[in-house]
């Protein structure tokens, strides 16, 4: 019996010595992984982990997932179910604008001003065969190049290849219609795909400080490499992002960073060949009739209401008329903007699509002063203020990703969550939070967790500040003869859907900056001033 115990005890001591050896001999760096998870943050919330060799493991190490990751599994299931995989053997048996045929639906001779158009669209492949599924990404708008006029039109897809395109005719007078293939299903299906399988196609040089000479680092999201890496972790909200260690030089030396595309892509031969320029946005209703709209003395435009925050977005969300925005449920009044910034304290929060609004306000006003922030470059943070009416507005860059090509100052960044927790809020405070463009070429968990974090830092400031005023600005339209893979209005289609769906909950207003960039038909992701003008005036409508 004694031997027995003896033989036990021996046995659990020769466990526990090989347990502590494994702990601080085989995981010497992931440990500090876990550790650092139970730290304080730092002044930006950033936890640095300098020799990690495991950053594509989980952040959490905990098993069961967190209500973020739940929330994103489930916006996840919904996308998969919206675009399903399609078939491609050949480019011949993809959609083709050129064989699809469309047609109005109960004809008239006379429209009249306010009456929906309806048109049926079958897709039909290259060979002129019918197609049995849907999935086609399809732009619908209506213009009047004279009137300097325009509206997107709602696409309903049946599922089976057939569509139904409305228009609501808005103006009198000629009218054309236009409804551009910009990708076919099956073009749709390969760009899901590849999206959602790698975090490469944008490469990150970090640039870090040593002294007086500078030293250049790979960074990323995500880096496959066995070498010792600099994590920069937010660990309450679960973002990092990392550069690989520079010999001698302390992770928190980094400074700088610029990006540069790579060449890589996760699309086939064969599927590249849907996206070249002349297969991008083709119109499948080319030489349609031109459509005439009579007033028939109908003035809905006299019944609506003022604009104000909380009103329902409809689709389409409104149309141009003489170059002005007109939104559908309500109406837009002229608003001197100088007295309605008076005392209000703006925070612009986003890609560079919202920095065009600080940039249109100092155009605009001539007593707001820009104040020098010692910084440099396109994506330094913004200061402008007028002293005599107490105006303050921002701007501020999102956090990582944050493409460019020229270099751009990381000493200040911060995650959009951690800003919006440390302001304080109150009814003349305003935050505009514009997100999206960066993040079309990285897979779309890594923009559904954004979001996310943005959601449950606006549920905290509404909270301790019901009387803030939160406007989420939607993305831009961009350009078509950009790489596609990377950076497809199919891609902002689908964050423009999450955005929409997570924020719905919460007591904040949207400016349909998507629905607008159609209707003026810019694509371009920086339109012009005239077309900023508009969405600011919708703004000041919201706060005045």
Known sequence: MKTTLTNRKSLWLLLLILAFLITFTVLPKSRKIWTTLKLPTSLHHWNLITESSFPGASLNPAT????TELRTKEILEKLNQLIPPR?????NTTTSARHSTVSILNPRHTYCRGDQLDILLEARDHLGR???????????RMSSPALKAGASGKVTDFNNGTYLVSFT??????VS???LLIHPSEGVSALWRARNQGYDRVIFTGQFVNGTTQVLSECGLVLNTRAELCQYLDARDQ????????QHVPCAALTHMHSKNKEVSYLSKQERTIFIRSNVGVEIMENFTVIRVSKCNKDPDSLKEKCKLGMTSTVPSGHVWKGTWNPVSCRLTPVKMDECLRGKFIHLLGDSTIRQWIEYFKASINSLKSVDLHDYGKLQHQLAVDLDRNINIQWQKHGYPLIGSSAYSV?????MARVIDRTGGEKNTVIVISLGQHFRPFPIDVFIRRALNVHKAIQRLLLRSPDTTVIIKTENIREMHNDMERFSDFHGYIQYLVMTDIFQDLNVSIIDTWDITIAYGTNNVHPPPYVVGNQINIFLNYIC
């Open 130 to 140: 019918r197609k049995e599924y849907g999935g086609d990404f399809l732009r619908a």
């Open 239 to 246: 973002e990092a992002f990392y550069c690989v260690r520079p």
């Open 411 to 415: 000493k200040d960044i911060e995650y």
């Open 177 to 179: 219609l236009s409804l």
């Open 169 to 174: 005719l808005f103006w009198e007078g000629r």
């Open 87 to 91: 078939p491609f053997t050949h480019v």
């Open 64 to 67: 069961l997932l967190t209500e």
